[in-house]
């Protein structure tokens, strides 16, 4: 008989992960959690109806095991009808965004709401035909530069 595999066992490998329910998007949401980015890395591609962030990712999953890294990594949104903000101020393209939480209100089932709640008052909204929402990470972990985890004192 085999022994079962462990946990200890696996090797790191880059997250690519879905949300097609709230409780994987509760999953991801924990993932991206003060993820930077700047205002440039977010694009809204209407006719394909997609949104999609280029984020600085804190490897949330590594827990304190090591040096505090991040990863950029991709989220996604298909399905998606309509994007609005509020407090971000469109203008300043030197603006740096943080991500507290992905959330998903349902209005119309599927349809719904997928709200990105960011540090500082601002939000995104986007009206969705359906919950349908990715995380890849796209580069190799890097030490983040404060060397520290973020913290909400």
Known sequence: MSEDARFED???APLNIGA???????VLSALVQDGVFPSLE????????????????FRWEDGDKRVPERVQSLLH????KKVSSQGIDRT??????????????????PSGFVTLT????????LDVEALDVSL?????????PSKKMPSHD
């Open 10 to 12: 696996g090797r790191e």
């Open 20 to 26: 097609l329910d709230v409780e994987d998007l509760k």
């Open 42 to 57: 977010m694009k809204f591609a209407a006719k394909e109806r997609r949104f999609a962030i280029l984020l600085n990712r």
């Open 77 to 80: 949104v298909s399905e998606v």
């Open 92 to 109: 300043d393209k030197d603006m740096i965004l943080s991500v507290l939480s992905v959330e998903f209100e349902e209005t119309d089932a």
């Open 118 to 125: 960011l540090a500082g008052d601002g939000a995104i909204r």
């Open 136 to 144: 890849k990470d796209v580069t190799r972990p890097y030490i983040a």
